[in-house]
């Protein structure tokens, strides 16, 4: 990156309207009935309603079933390492600022292997949407328990049932010191999906989205009955929260109003048992941002560069003072 | 008798203004008149002109406007989506794929704008593919966009979206093809690639199979000089022994000599077939001559093609036999392998199984995936040695025949002397043997065509195409277009499909409703004519003859009576044909013509012309009573019972007069001897006859307020009508209530919507309908689901996608046929989402 400045980056951008059809690629091959179906394309709506070039765009993944987004995307991509999702978007964030960034997550690749990594992306608050695609199994290596699996839950690892309550990612997330955005959505819900995925990606800041998804093919049992009643849905309301239009709201039997900036609120809703959540439970728009703190000298020129990079290494130059 | 009551009109024939004149008839003095009757009975034998007709250019009357340049109706071109391999209008292919309307008759005028887009007409350099580069086609198109009249934002758009249409097409997203002689070889390409893709499950299989075989046989090796040599390396390191009792053992570390026998003789033939396999899974043998002559080669580039000097059926047969050994050996050698490989080889079940293995133990889905063989021939090639092909057809072998028949052929049919029209009834041939899938048609209905290939591809009985192509190398691909879909329509080639796996009974197997008007022996259309009263409307009817005269070049040797001359020894050639002998006895058939003033002139028919055209005519009908649209025994009876039925209500009604003529004379006596005692009270001043007559009346209203009064001994005078009537009324009432319950429950059906729709907003964009029904689902801009054809498949299906939509968005609706069988089911399943 040395010798260049972002501005130089630029590519210069064609004057195009872009269509869904700019942001897709390939053939996703993800189980029929799989809830990535409908998330993919409720990001590559978000990105074509709000017009984002496709050569700006970033899907960052690590590993799982989640995880071959990139692929599906016509955007830039990194499929990256297990449980280094965030890591490598934040390192894209601090130093190209002006790319949009999408983290594709999973049950284990976040909640697992990835907890460490979870803990300081959501401390950093860099400017990027986070999708936790939480099917409560690790289903690319075909049906094992994942930290989020609830307890007893039958899977290759546990055949008599799982041993160990599981992780709650939301109450985890707004644990975290410097959280500024936590949401929740389903995958069955197209219009809040693509509401919440939307808000998230207007949000200034890390918008962290835990995405509840079904799993046709191992854990059918774990969501089938739920998304089919409307009763075990709470939709959360309020004027900066995720607002559906009316027709669709109209679905909806438990409306609660839910002030967001209320941290003690959104933990109760987290934790409730009765119900799925869904909505914007937290939303701080004053926490730090990392990115910009990282993005201080970006502006430099290579001339610049060079001549602070000679200053640093002068320090350590030796004179010969016999000379 | 339905034939009076329907007219037609010519494709778009009334659209055109086009009114041909009829002239008024010249006085022709008897001499010449006899004098010319004797000419023209030597032509109708001999063909030798009369001195009398003129030499004039003529065309048949339902044809001259499409003759003289107006744009004939077709679908072509064509264009064949490459993933989902469906054939479709181009037009409706852009519309709906790349420029969209909200508003729907902006939508049918944009549609009209770009159908009059003509480029090819067959003159792009015979190249009737256009999946490559092709920017002259851009330009053109281009231009013709920009010619709608729309605003300037719109007008970008189609640009824009014209310019993906285009790089899709360079992209091979789509292949576009106009019509000409090897168009349905590009169809059958086309399909041959779709069934190369499904036929992918079956190659998996193989090479799974063939996997696990060298997995057992491998192991078991291995075991047979251990330690096997990849563990040479540790062989100093690990002391095998030892390990003996905690390594992994299989089944075939026991297995017998004899079933690793048969194991290895199974692998020798899975690696023969997965060679042959992989490499294709379609044999085609084509005659050398034609294969060079169409340039085959570089057409069905998805199949091995093998060329042959010549076809002889024994050959074929021979070879047929060799590929059936061969797949009977895999099938065996899979089956074997599977066992082993799911180890539930049982020695006394098993052994007797393989030992009699044969044809008849596999099971039809299998039977499917035999290496399709197609021979691609001439039909009268084809019908040389018609006994080995009827062997062939009986056996249930499944080859796949496609036989051609070309445009020439036929037309110069009716000119030889001795004609054999054998092999135009190639389909009937096979249709005979009844456990065939036939089809005839030709590529004028490209859709058709192409769907009658892919169901022939995968059935897995014998298969005959029967098709019709223009000559190679001719020049105008429109004039060859109106001659074949002429051919098909006049009845001279018609179309015809049979599927044993349609409907459940023979008439439902043959399926003739592909001809216009197939009910009757020939379409009838509609035609305005000048005649000197004015203009009238005139029936005219396409007959085996008009293709004829549009094939053999018009005016040519034909006699063109002139004006006046035996108008009542002539009959129109379609009454000749279909009215009974005694009606023509001693006339001779012509047909309208117009010359180039668009006068009607009537063409005589010579004997040979006739005797083809009736050949073909019969055949006609023989279709039509096997395919069971029209029956002579069955339209008898319904005559005589008819005429039963008829004589019986006849003498009824005569006798319900005579009641009734009765009844009125029996009131009417009575009503005098009334009157007369009225006015005899009144005269002896007994009563006040103003109140009598009151108190009648009275008498009369209880009475019909009463409902059920069923009085013969009434008061009201004895007349047995009354009381008729009053049940009369009852019974209405009872009707009309029943009529009540009907509208309730018809108003309670209305609520449900009456055709599947989907909420868009809710789609989850998951592609289950999408690729279970894309005939109906669609995806719009936005990639949520919409219906764009509700009629796109069958209502069960539609069903079954609702109930598997993960956001229960699709609501499936009525059925077309809410009382057809099996339905009340469906409805109810589908009630949940509606």
């Known amino acids: ?89 934040c390192g894209i964030k601090f130093r190209r600022p002006d790319l949009h960034l999408f983290v594709v997550t999973g049950d284990g690749d976040c909640c697992s292997i990835g907890a460490g990594h979870w803990v300081h992306g959501i401390r950093y608050n860099m400017k990027m949407v986070v999708l936790l695609f939480d099917n409560g199994i690790y289903g690319l290596t075909k049906k094992q328990t994942s930290p989020t699996s609830p307890m007893g839950i039958l899977s290759n690892t546990h055949p008599k049932g799982s041993v160990l309550p599981p992780i709650n990612p939301l109450l985890t997330t707004l644990g975290f010191s410097n959280v500024s955005f936590v949401a929740q959505t389903t995958d069955w819900n197209a219009a809040h999906l693509y509401a919440t995925i939307r808000r998230a990606a207007e949000h200034d800041g890390l918008a962290f989205v835990r995405i509840v998804q079904r799993c046709p093919a191992f854990v059918k ?103 | 008798m339905d034939e009076k009551k329907d007219t037609y009109t010519y494709r778009n024939l009334d659209k055109l203004d086009y009114s041909p004149a009829l002239e008024a008839p010249e006085e022709r003095s008897r001499e010449e008149e006899r004098a010319y009757h004797k000419a023209l009975r030597k032509y109708f034998l001999t063909g030798q002109k009369t001195p009398q007709s003129p030499d004039e250019t003529v065309a048949p009357v339902l044809l001259a406007p499409y003759l003289r340049g ?122 041959l690639a779709k069934d190369k893709e499904t036929r992918k499950g079956f190659i998996k299989r193989l090479r799974k199979c063939l996997a696990g075989v060298n997995d057992i046989l491998g192991l078991h090796d291995k075991q047979d000089n251990a330690p096997g040599k990849h563990y040479d390396f540790a062989k100093s390191l690990i002391s095998f022994d030892s390990i003996e009792g905690v390594a992994p053992r299989t089944m075939s570390t026991n297995l017998p000599e004899e079933r690793l026998e048969g194991l290895r003789k199974a692998k020798v033939v899975l690696d023969k077939s997965y060679n042959i396999y992989s490499q294709s899974s379609h ?260 007959t085996p003859v008009d293709f004829l005269l549009l094939s053999n070049g018009i005016g040519g040797s034909l006699e063109i009576a002139p004006n006046g001359f035996a108008d009542d020894q002539l009959i129109e050639i379609s009454k000749y044909l279909t009215s009974p002998e005694d009606n023509h006895t001693g006339k001779l058939p012509f047909a309208w013509v117009v010359d180039d003033a668009d006068t009607l002139k009537k063409v005589v028919i010579p004997l040979r012309w006739l005797q083809s055209t009736r050949n073909r005519l019969d055949y006609w009908h023989f279709i039509q009573e096997v395919g069971g649209v029209k029956s002579a ?103 009309e209530v029943e009529v009540e319950v009907e509208a309730e429950v018809e108003s309670l059906r209305a609520e449900v919507p009456s055709e599947v729709w989907v909420e868009s907003d809710e789609c989850t964009s998951c592609n289950d309908c999408i690729e279970a029904l894309p005939g109906v689902f669609k995806y719009n801009d936005d990639k949520q689901a919409y219906v764009h054809n509700p009629k796109g498949g069958p209502y069960a299906k539609i069903v079954a996608v609702a109930e598997k939509c993960p956001a229960m968005c699709i609501h499936p609706g009525l059925p077309d046929d809410p009382k057809a069988p099996g339905m009340d089911k469906l409805i109810q399943r589908a009630e949940k989402f509606n």
């Open chain 2, 633 to 735: 025994h069955l339209q008898r009876t319904l005559a005589a019972k008819k005429e039963e039925w008829d004589t019986a209500k006849e003498s009824e009604i005569t006798q319900l007069k005579e009641d009734l003529n009765q009844a009125f004379e029996s009131t009417r006596q009575d009503d005098i001897y009334r009157a007369i005692v009225n006015i005899l009270n009144a005269m002896l001043g007994s009563e006040d006859p103003l109140a009598l007559i009151q108190r009648e009346a009275d008498r009369k209203d209880e009475a019909e307020v009463e409902a059920e009064v069923e009085v013969e001994s009434a008061d009201n005078g004895g007349i047995p009508t009354r009381s008729h009537l009053r049940r009369g009324a009852k019974g209405e009432a009872e009707v």
């Open chain 1, 1 to 89: 990156m040395i010798g260049s400045t972002h501005e130089l980056c630029s590519i210069p951008m064609p004057d195009v309207d872009y269509s869904m059809d700019d942001y897709a690629k390939g053939t996703p091959r993800w189980c029929p009935g799989c809830g990535g179906h409908s998330i993919l394309t409720s990001v590559q709506r978000v990105c074509k309603d709000m017009q984002y070039p496709p050569e700006k765009t970033v899907a960052v993944s690590g590993i799982g079933c989640s995880s071959r987004f990139p692929h599906y995307m016509g955007t830039y991509g990194f499929h990256g390492l297990h449980g280094r999702a965030f890591p490598v978007a």
């Open chain 2, 283 to 542: 044999l085609i043998l084509i005659h050398a001559d034609m294969a060079s002559k169409w340039g085959m080669e570089s057409i069905l580039d998805n199949a091995k093609i093998e060329l042959l000097s010549d076809c002889p059926m024994t050959m074929i047969r021979a070879r047929y036999q060799e590929e059936l050994e061969n797949f009977i050996e895999l099938m065996a050698a899979m089956k074997r392998a599977e066992l082993e490989m799911d180890q539930k080889y049982d020695e006394h079940l098993h052994k007797p199984y393989f030992e009699h293995f044969n044809i008849n133990y596999i099971a039809p889905e299998d039977l499917r995936q035999f290496r399709s063989m197609i021979v691609l021939d001439e039909s009268q090639h084809m019908l040389r040695e018609s006994q080995v092909l009827l062997n062939l057809l009986s056996d249930g072998a499944m080859i796949k025949f496609i036989g051609v028949n070309l445009l020439h052929q036929l037309t110069t049919l009716a000119d030889r002397s001795s004609s054999d029209e054998t092999y135009l009834e190639l389909a009937s041939l096979a249709i005979f043997r009844r456990n065939a899938y036939v089809f005839q048609g030709a590529a004028d209905t490209p859709v058709q065509l192409s769907r009658a290939f892919a169901t022939g591809l995968t059935a897995s009985t014998p298969v005959v195409w029967n098709i019709l192509v223009p000559d190679p190398g001719s020049q105008s691909a429109t004039l060859d277009l109106m001659k074949v879909n002429l051919a098909i329509e006049s009845r001279y080639f018609p179309r015809l499909e049979y599927n044993i796996e349609t409907g459940e009974d023979f008439g439902m197997h043959l399926d003739v409703t592909g001809n216009p008007q197939h009910k009757f022996s020939l379409p009838t259309f509609k035609q305005e004519t000048k005649t000197s009263a004015g203009e009238e409307s005139h029936q005219y009817k396409l």
């Open chain 1, 221 to 323: 049992e774990l969501y089938g009955n739920v998304a089919a009643d409307p009763d075990k849905m709470i939709l959360l309301t309020h004027e900066v929260g995720i607002n559906l239009k009316p027709n669709a709201a109209k679905n909806f039997t438990r409306i609660f109003e839910h002030d967001p900036t209320n941290i003690q609120e959104a933990r109760r809703y987290a934790s409730s048992e009765d119900g799925i959540p869904m909505g914007l439970l937290y939303y701080n728009p004053n926490a730090l941002r990392y990115d910009l703190y990282g993005a201080h000298n970006m502006g430099m020129s290579n001339n610049e560069k060079e001549e602070a990079l000679n200053t640093l290494l002068d320090q350590y130059t030796i004179r010969n003072n016999h000379a």
């Open chain 2, 70 to 191: 107006v744009s004939f109706d077709n679908t072509f071109p064509v264009i064949c989506d490459t993933q989902s391999n469906v054939i479709e209008d181009w037009t409706s292919y852009v519309m709906n794929k790349y420029i969209f309307f909200s508003d729907d008759q902006d939508r049918e005028t944009f549609r009209a704008h770009l159908s009059s887009f003509v480029v090819f007409g067959g003159s792009l350099d015979n190249n009737e593919r256009i999946d490559k580069d092709a920017p002259e086609f851009h330009r053109l198109l281009v231009e013709h966009i920009m010619t709608f009249e729309a605003p300037v934002e719109m007008t970008a758009s189609f640009k824009k979206n014209v310019d993906r249409f285009y790089s899709d097409l360079k992209a091979g997203k789509a292949v576009m093809i106009d019509f000409s002689a090897r168009t349905p070889f590009h169809i059958l390409n086309l399909q």
